[in-house]
């Protein structure tokens, strides 16, 4: 078994924070994982992208070839269609539905997202409302973690006990808002 | 065994903790902080080694060498345009008989992620014939820190060990062993092994030279290096560091395996590179970086043997190896991939958090510069080399660190009239006091303006040595007059206040100096401990 995801969105956004959810739950489930990560410059609110590999062998490169990956999973719509050409043919696309506009020449929204409806396997996550909903507006990786939580190689209850680790020591209102909205995230994938 | 989730560069942190280091000292710089910030971590939870930020690179090394000196082990840490500033220690600590270990571990940035060139730091070992340690996993990372110390006092010299972006910033699974104890305190058994006068020197450099063939010997006998020849194949594939992990990511999918040597050690163990080539007909050379062991293979003179690499097209000459370069390069086709249809997606550059006092500074010196003639901007590297892009466009050069200030001063002896050179304060005090010492000197009509945003925030806000207040003192004891000397504040409600201060200073001919004062937006949160709001 091997399992490849993109993690991308903007610097900021917390791209590292859902990476971290879904290798904790890896670890748990003695998966061996690697995770390349970008840090420096383009943390300043530029593109940002995380490779995490999940495998039961030995994971050799630490970056995702081009063509390989098994999902895309996005904070940001225009940075997930970044990363469609990482994709393999039955690969997946998860992203945000949220716009995040800090460049003059954003492209109209609803082409992207249309854009990202058309591929052959993906999804669009309303993760600000769902987190929102949820309690936090911060608890948009939560929901998407919790919406790729469909398509990870684990068990659901190994993604939650995660978000247990990550949040517990939050404070009991922070780890409630999570749980939820990581169910939320999970109920919206279709 | 006890295992570690750790990056490449936490790897290396943990191996030199448990090589029993006393010391550990670094200046900030992508890929390599995270070394040091380890260090710092482990230092504040665990009570030791020693760990700190220094000024620049060349102190931290003199620093890490002190602590040789006394016996005892130590590590420093830089990015590879790092070692360019630290060059002067280390090529001269090859020539001292090191007693107590020293491993300088240096990360590459091939691709230039976040760097202004791409420099390949194998060069700089064989420049100063130290050997060199280049793991492909942050396994290696961990065990070959370990080793580069046992390596180094057996052979009395320095050690690099050379990591790459794309390792530094991976993480996985790490075993680790026992930890070893700190040495003894012990000066070094003859000293004037230590005193590279040049009646010293002749006889030290001698013994380095001669000490070649034992390094050698080491290298040609290290685990570190495999080679695994196949019956029947004519090509063979050298791989060094990461690009290891490309090539095993693709030779599954080759029909025949083809002989393989993997290097891990420098000097280039030179019997396996030859074992390898009596078997071949061509050999690919895989290597993130430049191409160091290609360019030694090809020498000067014609020879039988196909050698493909980056210098004869077969892999790109510049740029990072990725899994898909090296596919290619092995001639299996691309694997199938979506697109989309042509659509074209804006670039997302970084750019400066929202509220950033840079961004304030900017306004203020473009309404100042506006309307003269001749000027000039020079700048220097930090977040607000992030100036050069729209919407500031405000800046001109970024060479290297500290060039901004010795750049005006030379553009202005060469007849602008209205320079400025933009450094911030990390920058000023790594490299900057002294080419404002000349100016000072020389009274040379520029204005210098200090960015003091009291934090290194590129590399991810790294408190300052030191307090604002005492830049103060620093910049009037290099004799900057005290009427051409000003703060000011770079609150977004003063952008105009500052404007006319800075176009008073620039039209006056002679030296002047502003320093304009904020904290980093991400320094603020920081201590606050808030999350990291998003830029926009
Ligand atoms: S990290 Fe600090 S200095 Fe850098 S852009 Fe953000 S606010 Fe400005």
Not at chain 2, 12 to 17: I, R
Not at chain 2, 206 to 211: D, K, M, P, W, Y
Not at chain 2, 482 to 496: L, Q, T, W, Y
Request: net charge negative.
């Amino acid at each position: 078994m091997k399992y490849d995801i993109v993690l991308c969105g903007v610097g900021g956004q917390g791209v590292l924070s859902m990476a971290a959810l879904i290798g904790r739950a890896a670890v748990v489930e003695g998966l061996n994982a690697k995770q390349s990560e970008v840090h420096g410059m383009a943390q300043r609110g530029g593109a940002v992208q995380a490779h995490l590999r999940l495998s039961d062998e030995v994971i050799e490169s630490d970056l995702i070839p081009r063509g390989a990956a098994d999902l895309v999973l996005s904070l940001e719509p225009v940075e997930a269609l970044r990363y469609v050409s990482w994709l393999c043919p039955t690969g997946t696309l998860v992203s945000s539905a949220n716009a995040l506009v800090n460049i003059p020449n954003y492209p109209d929204t609803e082409g992207i997202l249309a854009r990202i409806r058309a591929l052959p396997h993906s999804c669009v996550i309303e993760a600000e409302r769902l987190a929102d909903e949820a309690g936090d507006l911060l608890a948009v990786n939560t929901v998407m973690v919790g919406a790729a939580s469909r398509l990870l190689p684990m068990k659901h209850e190994s993604l939650e006990h995660s978000v247990h680790q990550t949040f517990s020591r939050k404070g009991e209102r922070v780890l409630h808002v999570n749980l939820a909205a990581f169910a939320s995230g999970r109920k919206a994938f279709q | 065994m006890p295992q570690r989730i750790l990056l490449g560069d936490e790897a290396v942190a943990l191996g030199a903790v448990h090589a029993g280091i006393s010391t550990a000292y670094a200046y900030p710089g992508t890929p390599s902080t995270e070394i040091l910030e380890y260090l710092l971590d482990h230092h504040e939870r665990q009570g030791g080694p020693h760990a700190a930020w220094c000024a620049n690179e060349k102190t931290a090394y003199e620093e890490a060498l002190g602590t040789c000196f006394a016996g005892r082990r130590s590590i420093v840490c830089m990015k590879h345009v790092g070692l360019n500033v630290a060059a002067d220690p280390f090529v001269n600590s090859a020539l001292v008989s090191m007693h107590g270990g020293l491993v300088v571990a240096v990360a590459d940035d091939p691709g230039m992620h976040s760097s202004q060139n791409e420099q390949d730091s194998r060069w700089y070992a064989d420049f100063a014939r130290v050997p060199c340690l280049e793991p492909a996993t942050q396994q290696e990372a961990y065990d070959m820190t370990r080793e580069a110390y046992d390596v180094s006092e057996r052979f009395g010299v320095p050690v690099m060990l050379r990591l790459v972006t794309r390792l530094s910033h991976s993480r996985t699974n790490v075993i680790v062993g026992e930890p070893r104890g700190e040495n003894e305190l012990h000066k070094a058994p003859k000293a004037d092994t230590w005193v590279l006068l040049p009646g010293n020197a002749r006889r030290q450099w001698s013994s380095l030279v001669a000490r070649q063939k034992d390094i050698l010997a080491w290298s040609e006998a290290s685990r570190w290096n495999l080679l695994n020849l196949r019956p029947g194949r004519r090509l063979g594939v050298i791989t060094t560091g990461i690009a290891r992990n490309y090539y095993r990511e693709n030779a599954r999918a080759m029909k025949d395996e083809p002989s393989h040597l993997h290097i891990g050690t420098y000097p280039i163990p030179e019997a396996q590179v030859r074992a390898l080539a009596a078997h071949c007909d061509e050999i690919l050379v895989l290597e993130d970086g430049y191409p160091y062991v290609e360019r030694m293979m090809r020498g000067l003179l014609p020879q039988k043997l196909r050698i493909m690499g980056r210098m004869s097209g077969e892999l790109p000459p510049t740029g990072e190896l990725s899994p898909e370069i090296v596919r290619a390069a092995l001639g299996l086709p691309a694997l199938p991939v979506l697109d989309l249809d042509g659509m074209l997606l804006p670039n997302r550059p970084p750019q400066l958090c929202q509220g950033c006092p840079h961004g304030h500074s900017y306004s203020s010196l473009k309404e100042a510069l506006e309307g003269m003639n001749a000027t000039m901007v020079t700048a220097d590297i930090g977040c607000y080399t992030l100036g050069a892009l729209p919407p500031y466009s405000s800046i001109e050069s970024c060479v290297c660190m500290g060039a901004s200030i010795g750049m005006a001063k030379g553009a202005a002896e060469a007849g602008f009239e209205n320079v400025v050179a933009v450094i911030g304060d990390g920058t000023f005090l790594h490299s900057g006091t002294a080419s404002l010492a000349d100016a000072a000197a020389a009274d040379t009509p520029m204005t210098v303006l200090i960015l003091d945003n009291q934090a290194t925030a590129m590399t991810g806000v790294q408190d300052p040595l030191i307090a604002s207040s005492r830049l103060q003192a620093i910049v009037l004891g290099l004799g900057v007059k005290p009427e051409h000397f000003i703060i000011v504040d770079a609150h977004p409600r003063k952008v105009h206040e500052t404007a006319e201060v800075l176009k008073r200073e620039i039209l006056h001919r002679g030296l002047s100096v502003v320093i304009a004062v904020r904290e980093c937006k991400q320094a603020t949160r920081k201590h606050a401990r808030i999350p990291e709001a998003v830029a926009s």
